[in-house]
């Protein structure tokens, strides 16, 4: 079964969220973030922290901000795509942080991995709908990028949150400091991948350059 009532500590959430344990603990206390005590210790739901996180982006996208959101066509092409017919969790995020660690913006694969798997033992980034984005922000890395896999038969112990089995995963890295470029490209992704057609063109995919068509277009 899924993990959707995990129960998480300041130390989870503030690595979650990349911020410091002090930073989670005074929005506790001042109620900003969804909580409770047990005795003196905060504890917070993992998926009042998910909704909370998508509140902030959507409130954050209704000001006015400097930010200009990058495409994410332009973060990869059809060379960034792999295609199997199965896979197990592992393999294939390792597939993936093959492809990225050949780019010139990341410097260290064994960051990518460390990075990547740290974040899964925190939480699945199985968001359902069979979708997985495991995400990161690293210091070896330059700039954003990103690689796509399909596996046609879905990968059964990915954990995602509605325990369906991912049959897309968009990995995503990012440079140490860039937080809000970082999340609304995340958030970005995960809106688009709410349309249920364009899922389902994506995972008939044949080929790479099929796949990367359908999602530009």
């Known amino acids: 079964m899924g993990n959707i009532s995990e129960i998480m500590t300041i130390e989870e959430v503030a690595e979650y969220l990349r911020v410091s344990e002090r930073t989670v603990y005074e929005w506790a206390k001042k109620g900003e973030i969804p909580s409770g005590k047990i005795g003196s210790i905060w504890r917070f739901k993992r998926d009042d922290v998910v909704a909370w996180v998508d509140k902030q982006l959507v409130s954050q996208n209704n000001k006015e901000s400097n930010f200009v959101p990058l495409m994410l066509k332009n973060l990869f092409s059809a060379a960034d ?8 969790k592992s393999d294939v995020l390792h597939a993936l942080a093959d492809i990225v660690s050949a780019k010139p913006e990341v410097t260290s694969k064994e960051e990518v991995l460390e990075g ?5 033992q925190l939480m699945s980034t199985g968001i359902g709908r069979g979708i997985a984005i495991p995400h990161v922000r690293l210091a070896s890395v ?15 112990d990915y954990e995602s949150l509605d325990d369906m089995p991912v049959k897309l995963v968009f990995m995503i890295l990012s440079r140490v400091d860039q937080h809000g470029e970082h999340l609304k490209l995340v958030s970005q992704l995960s809106q688009k991948l709410k349309d249920s057609t364009l899922r389902e063109r994506l995972m008939e995919s044949v080929t790479s350059e099929e796949l990367f068509d359908a999602f530009v277009k």
């Open 81 to 88: 795509i792999v295609i199997y017919d199965s896979g197990n």
């Open 116 to 120: 990547i798997f740290h974040r899964e």
């Open 142 to 156: 330059t700039g954003i990028v990103m690689a796509v896999a399909l596996v046609k038969n879905g990968i059964t």
